[in-house]
């Protein structure tokens, strides 16, 4: 057109149009996406109203195509109908077709996508329409946030949905999956492949052969980051979690963020935010006709998506009516509506010890009556209204929120239940749950394969728990006697900054009984106050004249100090002798750090004796380190909480229930990705567990230290070997531990120290 004008848009004209749709790839800088170099400011692929632009510049770009027009005519008087066309089609509205009529008219499915290929069926499973339609049913609304099970179609209704918007209303659209693998194989093994399928869509995507070259090169790149896809009028672009930065300023129309779960658990760290504040910072320019969803897997009840489906939709479940005339009530099906009509105490708990659970006896009860649903009646209830004929079900999505709450949420909520599939059967989920031993599996299970976050007593710390095992006391002290509370470890976790580093400290009192009591919870600066704290402190003992007692007060016996981070002040401040002020002792210090490379079969293992000795002072000798296993010891603090065998007698800092319900089971990450498979402890991204984690190497180092020994404490206290409470000041030998082992780690030179030993 020649250039920019003033109050114009830098339009090219001359270019043929398709008809309904708004062109992108035509406009300077090829994607037209708002925010690229050369891209238009404007959100493209929506027909909006002509009232929602602002009037200067409706006049603008009236004067801009009225004088376009005027030049084309003069030098090329077919170029005139060709802007005229153009112009019909940016101000043409949508079609009104909705995407699951859309692709049934339109889709079919390639043999080599699916196992029914063909025009694809929308009305497969019971919910496949109102998936598919959510953004046309819910013009008022920002999303929508599913929780699923697996194998129910939900990923393919959202592929097909987004090739609807590419027909029926194109813009640039952002598809975020968990790696760049999986975006490389949904886009160009499954999207591409029903796109070049369907004569419709192909026709957008190739429309010469310089095109069709350009895509196909884009094709044999996708692999290194992003998996580009663009069109008439748009692009689609498939991103993983790790790849983020590649799209990070550009703008989209539509994000779709599937599985969000593993996507959080691969997205960059170093990057702020989460997977779902990066889609919005992506739309922020189009907000107003922006598109957000995100599908997943549930985990834990309070995290992830169960938190963001809670606090930000509607609340939707896909639910069915009782099958029985007496009752005819609504319900969104639960596992815990699944019971046994034999010995144990089904889905959610443990056998019992007479015997196991029956699975051949598991049947779906009714929430209202407490009827039996039979699968037969099951099947039938579950479908939407008219959806499938013969026969009229009365499944439907409704929210558990009153309309009034339900309207004020921004977006829409699917929750689907595996219960709600009528292909699968009440035994057959029940058997595959009974066939699940450990917590992980079953977790596993109870997610992947049913749609339903795991809750299992003893799992996860909860602030109940918390509330059972704190019991503050104005006086804090501790039974003695030979039973009672024999000796006293610390545990302490470091944090930043490397000079004067906070210090995480809990001290824990140990009861030949197996109970701890948690007497210390201080927040220290540095290693001078730790040497302070160590050699001051004292428990007293309950009643010691009348247990026979010769001392009336516990000391610390020993202190397990994290040397993961500032590993060299640590080991330094490891050798410094402290002898404790009334008892008289020596307090031994005793370094622990977690270590990748340390198994569940051998949680800890003490490296060799020249990884723990100081390269400039090998006349020094070599430190009772200890390298741990993560899970493990974490794994053994969280149950000792859950199992009522903690209490917290002292004051309770401001942050510790944070710190304390940090720690989740988590899937393990193996060659092939995250494994759900297996579950392991792992600390929620953003959060802290410093004083959990002081509690951890406090239990450590009672278990490790070669004189007490935690797990043989009623062992010892019975013989009599722990009948004193202090040990003698001549007991101050070192020396390595019973773990042994060789494994990695070693001596942080860097490092510094406090004391030079």
């Known amino acids: 057109m020649g250039g920019r004008e003033a109050g114009g848009d830098a339009r090219p004209t001359g270019v043929a149009r398709p008809t309904g749709a708004r062109p992108t790839?035509?406009?300077?800088?090829?994607?037209?996406?708002?925010?690229?170099?050369?891209?238009?400011a404007r959100p493209t692929g929506d027909a909006r109203p002509t009232e929602a632009r602002p009037p200067h510049a409706e006049r603008g770009g009236t004067r801009m195509l009225a004088r376009a027009a005027g030049r084309c005519a003069r030098t090329n008087p077919r170029a005139v109908a060709q802007v005229l066309q153009g112009v019909a089609n940016v101000l043409r509205p949508a079609p009104d077709v909705k995407p699951a009529d859309w692709a049934a008219a339109n889709i079919s499915m390639p043999p080599e996508v699916t196992q029914r290929p063909g025009p694809v069926n929308v009305d497969i499973k019971p919910w496949g329409r109102?998936?598919?339609?959510?953004?046309?049913?819910?013009?008022?609304?920002?999303?929508?946030?599913?929780?699923?099970?697996?194998?129910?179609?939900?990923?393919?209704?959202?592929?097909?949905?987004?090739?609807?918007?590419?027909?029926?209303?194109?813009?640039?659209?952002?598809?975020?999956?968990?790696d760049r693998d999986q975006a490389s194989f949904y886009g160009s093994d499954v999207f591409m492949a029903v796109a070049m399928a369907t004569p419709s869509l192909r026709e957008r995507f190739y429309r010469d052969a310089g095109a069709r070259a350009a895509s196909v090169k884009d094709d044999q790149t996708q692999r290194e980051l992003l998996s580009q896809k663009p069109?008439?009028?748009g692009r689609?672009?498939?991103?993983?979690?790790?790849?983020?930065?590649?799209?990070?300023?550009?703008?989209?129309?539509?994000?779709?963020?599937?599985?969000?779960?593993?996507?959080?658990?691969?997205?960059?760290?170093?990057?702020?935010?989460?997977?779902?504040?990066?889609?919005?910072?992506?739309?922020?320019?189009?907000?107003?006709?922006?598109?957000?969803?995100?599908?997943?897997?549930?985990?834990?009840?309070?995290?992830?998506?169960?938190?963001?489906?809670?606090?930000?939709s509607d609340q939707r479940h896909w639910t069915f009516c009782c099958p029985h005339a007496e009752c005819r009530k609504r319900f969104a099906p639960r596992w815990k509506m699944v019971r046994y009509a034999v010995r144990g105490v089904g889905p959610g708990g443990d056998a019992t010890e007479e015997g196991t659970i029956d699975p051949a006896t598991a049947r779906l009860h009714c929430p209202h009556c407490d009827r039996i649903i039979?699968?037969?009646?099951?099947?039938?209830?579950?479908?939407?209204?008219?959806?499938?004929?013969?026969?009229?079900?009365?499944?439907a999505l409704v929210s558990e929120l009153e309309p009034a709450k339900a309207a004020t949420r921004e977006y829409v909520g699917l929750w689907i239940h595996a219960l709600c599939d009528p292909d699968v059967t009440v035994v057959g989920l029940a058997m595959g749950w009974a066939s699940k031993k450990s917590v992980a599996e079953r977790m596993a299970y109870m997610n992947v394969m049913i749609g339903e976050g795991f809750e299992e007593s003893g799992s996860d710390i909860t602030p109940e728990v918390l509330s059972k095992i704190i019991a503050t006391a104005e006086r804090v002290s501790v039974p003695g006697g030979p039973m009672g509370c024999q000796y006293m470890t610390v545990g302490v976790d470091v944090q930043a900054p490397e000079a004067n580093p906070t210090l995480y400290v809990k001290a824990t009192a140990w009861s030949v009984s197996g109970m701890g009591f948690t007497v210390g919870l201080v927040k220290l600066r540095g290693w001078a106050q730790l040497h302070r704290y160590l050699s001051e402190l004292t428990v007293p003992l309950d009643d010691p004249a009348e247990r026979g007692l010769d001392r009336p007060v516990l000391t610390a016996h020993l202190c397990a100090i994290d040397c993961g981070y500032l590993t060299g002040?640590?080991?330094?401040?490891?050798?410094?002798?402290?002898?404790?002020?009334?008892?008289?002792?020596?307090?031994?210090?005793?370094?622990?750090?977690?270590?990748?490379?340390?198994?569940?079969?051998?949680?800890?293992?003490?490296?060799?004796e020249g990884k723990r000795t100081d390269p400039r002072r090998p006349h020094l000798g070599p430190l009772p380190l200890w390298e741990l296993h993560r899970h493990t010891w974490v794994g053994r603090t969280i149950s000792r909480m859950q199992n009522g065998a903690e209490a917290i007698i002292c004051a309770v800092?401001?942050?510790?229930?944070?710190?304390?319900?940090?720690?989740?089971?988590?899937?393990?990450?193996?060659?092939?990705?995250?494994n759900s498979a297996r579950m392991e402890w792992g600390k929620i991204k953003g959060r802290r567990d410093d004083w959990m984690m002081a509690g951890v190497y406090a239990e450590a180092g009672a278990a490790l230290d070669d004189d007490l020994r935690l797990?043989?404490?009623?062992?010892?206290?019975?013989?009599?070997?722990?009948?004193?409470?202090?040990?003698?000041?001549?007991?101050?030998?070192?020396?390595?531990?019973g773990f042994g082992g060789v494994g990695g780690g070693g001596w942080d030179v860097g490092g510094g120290g406090w004391l030079g030993g």
């Not at 990923?155 to 987004?162: C, E, G, H, I, R």
């Not at 944070?658 to 990705?673: F, I, K, Q, R, Y």
């Open 25 to 40: 790839d035509a406009w300077p800088g090829g994607s037209g996406c708002p925010g690229e170099a050369g891209g238009d």
């Open 130 to 178: 109102a998936v598919l339609n959510v953004r046309a049913d819910n013009p008022g609304k920002k999303g929508a946030i599913g929780i699923k099970p697996a194998q129910i179609g939900y990923t393919t209704a959202k592929l097909l949905q987004l090739m609807a918007g590419v027909a029926l209303q194109p813009g640039p659209a952002l598809y975020l999956i968990s």
């Open 231 to 233: 069109y008439k009028g």
């Open 236 to 312: 689609v672009d498939f991103v993983g979690a790790g790849s983020v930065a590649k799209v990070s300023s550009r703008t989209y129309r539509d994000v779709y963020i599937d599985e969000y779960e593993t996507f959080q658990d691969n997205w960059p760290t170093d990057k702020a935010g989460d997977g779902w504040t990066f889609a919005h910072g992506r739309t922020r320019m189009v907000a107003a006709s922006a598109w957000i969803e995100t599908w997943s897997h549930p985990r834990r009840k309070g995290e992830g998506i169960d938190k963001l489906y809670h606090e930000q």
């Open 374 to 395: 039979t699968d037969a009646d099951r099947a039938r209830e579950v479908w939407a209204k008219g959806a499938r004929v013969p026969g009229e079900g009365s499944g």
């Open 569 to 608: 002040q640590v080991l330094d401040f490891c050798r410094t002798p402290i002898v404790h002020a009334t008892g008289h002792h020596r307090i031994k210090l005793l370094p622990v750090r977690f270590a990748a490379h340390v198994k569940s079969t051998l949680p800890a293992v003490m490296p060799s």
């Open 653 to 674: 800092p401001e942050d510790y229930a944070a710190h304390a319900t940090a720690n989740v089971l988590m899937p393990v990450e193996d060659e092939h990705g995250w």
């Open 711 to 737: 797990d043989r404490l009623y062992e010892l206290g019975a013989s009599g070997v722990l009948s004193r409470v202090e040990r003698p000041v001549e007991d101050r030998r070192g020396g390595d531990g």
